[in-house]
């Protein structure tokens, strides 16, 4: 039970399909007692989904491969003496 003026905190976490730019995040609250100011009882609000959040792939740099191949062939030359 929520006083009177009270309010109450909710976190949660959505994910998107792919292909949405824009989504809605709608709550309404109902009670069985009357409400003086019914217009307050719902909201919704519009969010921006930016694809680029997504895409990121974690790999390595172009740089890292050639130092691992490097350290590869040193690591074989190596073993072969």
């Not at 009670?31 to 019914?38: A, G, K, Q, R, T």
């Not at 719902?42 to 740089?63: F, G, L, Y």
């Amino acid at each position: 039970m929520i006083a009177n003026g009270g309010s109450v905190t909710l976190l949660f976490e959505v994910s998107w399909s792919n292909g949405v730019t824009l989504g809605t995040i709608s709550a309404a609250v109902t009670s069985d007692l009357p409400n003086p100011v019914p217009s307050g009882s719902s909201s919704a609000i519009q969010v921006a989904v930016n694809a680029s959040d997504n895409s990121d792939v974690p790999t390595m740099p172009e740089w890292g491969l050639i130092l691992l191949a490097m350290l590869l062939m040193g690591t074989a030359v190596r073993m072969q003496r």
